[in-house]
């Protein structure tokens, strides 16, 4: 019986020492590799960090594919990502990071939180909220801040650039490589806003209708409008949504735009009454500058 007790816990000890030396082996290669660990909210900033940070950085989103910043709430998988990173970019204004700032801090207390809004001019969500210059007064409440600051190329200039120096403050031995990816990415930024500057203009002026108020800030920059059918998560009441069918009628609005992380019910009774379609538009997607030509085009196309 003392055999078997001894050996079952000299199994144990053995195993232990196994998982010790293992660790040890991953922090080494992990060293020896020297990747920065950053998370971030969404996928189209992964896409900025790497952009700037190449081949020194590993970034994680807290937000997956799918899901909606306004009602996403992380899973024990997602939150255990932030053991290990040593950065977190947040967006700014979403939802999500209103409601899990507090405990993401508390879960990694040695972890950087970036602000990556700061210095950017926000715009305020209103019913029925349009791209011109709708901006917040200085006492504004933070709580109608539209939070969708990645979709205008030009304020992602202002991201990019909290990205570089918190990447160099960190890493500073890096600066060189940071530096020059960086700027690169700020002249691909410039060429991309060119492009949809092009892009846009047979819809100058023009008002699009869509299900939530996503693309303030790229109307904003490229002189278009939007609706919208939904608040702040929040669905139409029915008289909401007649003045809605109504006021799509008087203007002859024959699509509703719609992003891929919500659902098409509400969209799809307004485009009945009105005789028009749903298209569907993601402005969550990782691929950021192939993503913002594809919303571009589709746009333009549908109200053509």
């Known amino acids: 019986m003392r055999k078997r007790i001894f050996l079952f816990f000299l199994a144990i000890m053995l195993i232990a020492v196994a998982i010790f030396f293992t660790g040890c082996g991953q922090q080494a290669e992990d060293k020896k590799i020297g990747k920065i660990n950053i998370m971030v909210s969404i996928l189209p900033q992964i896409y900025f960090v790497e952009r700037i940070g190449g081949d020194k950085v590993e970034v994680s989103e807290m937000i997956p594919p799918g899901f909606s910043p306004e009602t996403y709430d992380p899973s024990p998988k997602q939150l255990q990502k932030l053991q290990d990173a040593v950065i977190y970019f947040r967006v700014g204004h979403i939802p999500f990071e209103k409601a899990q700032i507090e405990k993401l801090k508390g879960m990694n207390q040695l972890m950087k939180i970036v602000d990556s809004s700061e210095g950017v001019s926000l715009l305020r969500l209103a019913a029925h909220s349009h791209g011109e210059a709708e901006h917040k ?22 991201q990019a650039k909290h990205i570089y120096e918190s990447l160099v403050e960190y890493s500073p ?18 060429k991309l806003d060119d492009k949809l500057s092009q892009a846009f203009a047979p819809i100058k002026n023009q008002t699009i209708l869509v299900f939530h108020p996503a693309f303030g800030y790229l109307a904003d920059a490229y ?10 998560g929040k669905d139409p009441t029915p008289a909401q949504l007649k003045a809605i069918i109504d006021e799509a009628k008087a203007d002859n609005v024959k699509v509703i ?11 799809q009774a307004v485009a009945e009454e009105i005789g028009g379609a749903v298209v569907q538009i993601d402005p969550l997607a990782k691929d950021y500058f192939t993503n913002l030509e594809s919303i571009a085009e589709t746009i333009v196309s549908s109200l053509k």
């Open 137 to 158: 007064d200085e006492e504004g409440h933070e709580e109608g801040d539209d939070p969708h600051i990645w979709l205008s190329p030009k304020l992602v200039k202002i």
């Open 257 to 267: 735009f719609v992003q891929s992380q919500f659902s098409t019910k509400n969209a």
């Open 173 to 190: 031995d890096d600066k060189d490589y940071f530096t020059k990816n960086y700027d690169q990415f700020i002249l691909d930024l410039d």
């Open 223 to 232: 002189g278009f409008k939007q609706k919208a059918i939904e608040m702040e």
